[in-house]
């Protein structure tokens, strides 16, 4: 493992352009439950996840009672838990190799905003966060204090609109059979196609389409010139992007070899030692 560390220090410090993707496995180290998991927030109760497969076409077909129905009762457990944590040392790390310059952005399914508090700067949240509200027509974003909901709601004029083309506000989390919002969907591709490193942190990356970004990367080769001994030129056609992964087991990705390699661990243990490994490479 620790000659893994060493590995990914000098691949980062070499590269031009690295980024990091991040799911679950990293925010589960900040006690996130997750959903599907043996404690998970839906195997505990699956009433909860029926609804959210219908939230969706229910907020379309319905903004008002929808928001009416999201605002009356108490506040679901899992939003005052979101609320609640903390960034992990996993978290710092990436946002220290930002700080260094090295790391250009994360590409985040996380809805927690774990590390925007932790000090990342270029954050692209794949799946949306649960503490910003967006517009379904616009796009645009707002922090949730723009709204006053309980005062909308009082004066019934729910459900709140966007104060730049009127259309209806909805949270910002991508619900199922929501198509990732355009502009977040498009800037990770581009970050796909230009990074020559690729970070993977606690995700197996299995969930489509956020699933294609390491597979973009894969396919990229760079052609290099050079001659053979006998003379003959070549065009030599090499992978474009090393790709590191960091995850408690193998995954897809290993399997597929779509990652170079595999630093087994969890993310808060193994990042903050690559970043120990960066500095003394930099000396
Ligand atoms: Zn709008």
């Known amino acids: 493992m620790e000659e893994l560390v060493v590995r990914a220090a000098r691949d980062l410090v070499n590269s031009r352009y690295a980024i990091a993707l991040t799911g679950a496995g990293i925010s589960t180290e900040s006690r996130i439950p997750d959903f599907r998991g043996p404690s998970g927030i839906w195997t505990k109760d699956p009433e909860a996840e029926r609804r959210a497969y219908l939230a969706y076409q229910s907020l ?16 679901p457990r899992f ?3 979101l609320e609640k944590a903390m960034p992990n040392p996993g978290h710092y790390a990436l946002a220290e190799l930002e700080t260094m310059g090295i790391l250009k952005s994360v590409l985040t399914q996380n809805v927690d905003g ?30 949730q204090d723009e709204f006053d909901l309980e005062k909308l709601r009082v004066k019934d004029k729910l459900p709140p609109r966007c104060p730049k083309c009127t259309g209806v506000i909805k949270s910002d989390g991508v619900f199922f059979g929501e198509p990732i919002p355009s502009d977040v ?11 020559d490193l690729m970070l993977i942190c606690g995700t197996s990356a299995v969930v489509y389409p956020f699933a294609e ?21 070549m065009v030599e056609k090499i992978p474009a992007v090393t790709i590191i992964e960091v995850n408690a087991e193998p995954t897809p990705l ?30």
Not at 62 to 74: A, C, N, T, V, Y
Request: hydrophobic share 30%.
């Open 79 to 81: 939003i005052e838990d």
């Open 114 to 143: 774990l590390h925007e508090k932790a000090g990342s700067k270029n954050v692209l949240e794949y799946h949306g966060s649960m503490f910003k509200l967006r517009c379904i027509s616009c796009g645009s974003r707002f922090a």
């Open 213 to 233: 970004l390491p597979r973009v990367a894969r396919q990229r080769r760079t052609e290099t010139e050079g001659k053979t001994e006998t003379g003959i030129y």
């Open 60 to 75: 379309l077909e319905d903004p008002k009672r929808w928001w009416e129905e999201s605002l009356s009762g108490p506040r």
């Open 185 to 195: 969907s498009h800037l990770s591709l581009e970050e796909a196609w230009k990074c």
């Open 254 to 283: 290993t399997e597929e070899r779509i990652s170079d390699y595999l630093i087994r661990g969890k993310t808060g243990e193994i990042l903050p030692k690559i970043v120990e490994e960066v500095k003394k490479i930099r000396q």
